[in-house]
């Protein structure tokens, strides 16, 4: 059971969208509706931002968006805020009652 | 409000062993999941597996099988995270996490525990 492959890093300026991928396979992201997006600041604990592919937890603004496509899924955050510079990383169910996260993504609010 | 509040940090030596815990409040403790994830210094999240504190049934990701013992007090709303024996490597940060089912999301996180192992 290997990591989901993220980009080490992305980088927007404010106003700005960006797209974070999390590539699987047919094992895991492409196989169940079942990923998840974490928001994680310096020090701090996890927290949940999309799940489902898409869906949203309540509380978390409709400009960070899910998707998928294959063994891809994407989270894209439209409108870049200055804090919404943090670490994310995606998870999905990967079968057998087991579950895989990617190795995360350093977001660059320039 | 649910609530996930751990243990503190600890600083161990290598073959000692080693007991955290995660106390849930504001949900039936007994009717989600509790999940434990690592992680070590600079690096991404790891599932290391999960507990029903309703029966204790419990799934582990296999690299953590054998390694640590997950385990759960459900009078007191507790779950735990075991070492028998800790090794340098086993320095991180470890949280724990809530989740409905085993498919679902980890909803709400602890604080999380520093673990530093060091001789």
């Known amino acids: 059971q290997s990591a989901l492959t993220q980009p080490r890093s992305v980088s927007g300026s404010p106003g700005q969208s960006v797209t974070i991928s999390c590539t699987g396979t047919?094992?895991?992201?492409?196989?169940?509706?079942?990923v998840s997006w974490y928001q994680q600041y310096p020090g701090k604990a996890p927290k949940l931002m999309i799940y489902d592919v898409s869906k949203w937890p309540s509380g978390v603004p409709d400009r960070f968006s899910g998707s998928k496509s294959g063994n891809t899924a994407s989270l894209t955050i439209s409108g870049l805020q200055a804090e919404d510079e943090a670490d994310y990383y995606c998870c999905s169910y990967a079968g057998s009652y087991t579950v895989v996260f990617g190795g995360g993504t350093k977001l660059i609010v320039l | 409000e649910v609530q996930l509040v751990q243990s503190g940090a600890e600083v161990k030596k290598p073959g000692e062993s080693l007991k955290i815990s995660c106390m849930g409040s504001?949900?039936?403790?007994?009717?989600?999941?509790i999940a434990w994830v690592r992680q070590m210094p600079g690096k991404g999240l790891e599932w290391m597996g999960s507990i029903y504190p309703g029966d204790s049934e419990t799934k582990y990701n296999p690299p953590f099988q054998g390694q640590v013992t997950i385990s759960a007090d459900k009078s007191i709303g507790a779950a735990y995270l075991q070492w028998s024996s800790l090794k340098a490597s086993d320095t991180a940060m470890y949280y724990c996490a809530r989740l409905t089912t085993l498919t679902t999301p980890f909803d709400y996180w602890g604080q999380g525990t520093l673990v530093i192992v060091s001789s």
């Open positions: 047919s094992s895991d992201v492409g196989g169940y509706n079942y």
């Open positions: 504001g949900y039936n403790f007994t009717r989600k999941w």
